[in-house]
C-alpha cells in the first residue's frame, strides 16, 4: 500500500501553492538562463561555432583557424589558433551574463565594451549570440527539471 505524506487534500495543496509560488517567483527562469548561458559559451570556446555553425575568418592568408596577422598574435600571447573561440583577454565573456528582464531573465553583456566587441564580432563572423535549436532545448529540459523538482517536494 502507497504511503501518503500529507495528512489531508488541503495539505497537499497548500504545498503546492507554495512551491508552484516558488516557480512564478522566477528562480527557475533565471536558472535555465545561467544554464544556457553557459551552453552558449561553450559552443563558441570549446567548438568554435557561431548560432549557424563554425566561425570563420574571411581572409585568405590564414594562421590556424584565424587570419594570418591575428593568429600569430594569438601565438606569441599564447593563446590557440585550431578555432575561433572569441577569448583572447576575457573580457568579453566575463561580462555575459544572465539579466532580469520585464519577461524573467535574459542575457546579455553588461559592460559597453563586452557589448560592443560582441557586436564587432557578429559584424565579422555572423550570428553568435542567439541561441541554437539545442540550446533552446537545455533551457526548457532545465525549467522542467525544476518544476518537477519543486512540485515533488512537501
Known sequence: MATNKYSSFQEFLQAQYRNLAEVIAQTTVREAAIITAGEMKRRVEN????TNGLLKTKSKKKFGAYSYA?????QNKGRQTAKIDLNFTGLMWRNWRPVPTDNGF???FVSM?????AMWNEQRFGPIFT???????IGQAAIIKRVRTILKRR
Open 131 to 137: 541561441m541554437t535549436e539545442k540550446e533552446l532545448k
Open 70 to 74: 591575428y593568429g600569430k598574435r594569438r
Open 106 to 108: 535574459g542575457v546579455t
Open 113 to 117: 565594451e563586452a557589448l560592443n566587441r
Open 47 to 50: 567548438e568554435g561555432k557561431g
